[in-house]
């Protein structure tokens, strides 16, 4: 478990390295590697578009067999509530890893208006592009991880994109 905590901390280095087709760049622009408060900047190509991205760290969780680390999209996206949950487990049958993006509103006065805003501001096609990304990404790093922590072995990795 150790081992695989410590490569998230790397998110940095490994981020471009296991999927470098759309991974251009990550860096912690302030604070430490997962620590509440650090920011991370991020550029990704999705849907043939170069998007840029910026996170602060909002919560980090972490017990003998698990850890749980909450990032939270900065301004202006901000305003759509778009959060990333990354989330590892140790259990006798190997590490359950699983990332889960979302945007939008639980709140159900909220969630139709502001996922209608969502579609129409980075549009339709943005958006499935976007959830497909997010489905093959968290197999990707998985494949990273099991490739470079032979030791481990993940499953049930899991993503999403708009409530």
Request: charged share 25%; hydrophobic share 40%; aromatic share 8%.
């Amino acid at each position: 478990m150790a081992e695989l905590k410590s490569c998230l901390v790397r998110l940095d280095e490994i981020y471009p390295r296991y999927s470098p087709e759309e991974h251009l760049r990550c860096d912690y622009v302030r604070g430490d590697p997962l620590h509440e408060g650090s920011v991370l900047y991020f550029e990704e190509r999705v849907a043939g578009k170069v998007t840029r991205l910026r996170y602060r760290v909002a919560s980090v969780e972490e017990g003998a067999d698990s850890m749980r680390a909450v990032l939270r999209a900065m301004f202006p996206r901000s305003l759509l509530n778009i959060r990333a949950v990354f989330s590892i487990r140790q259990d006798p049958e190997g590490v359950v890893f699983s990332r889960t993006i979302t945007a939008g509103f639980e709140n159900p006065f909220l969630r139709a208006p502001v996922d209608a805003l969502i579609r129409r501001l980075l549009g339709r096609e943005y958006v499935e592009e976007m959830t497909v990304h997010a489905q093959q990404d968290i197999v990707q790093l998985a494949a990273y991880i099991e490739r470079n922590l032979p030791g481990l072995v993940s499953r049930n990795g899991t993503s999403g994109c708009l409530h």
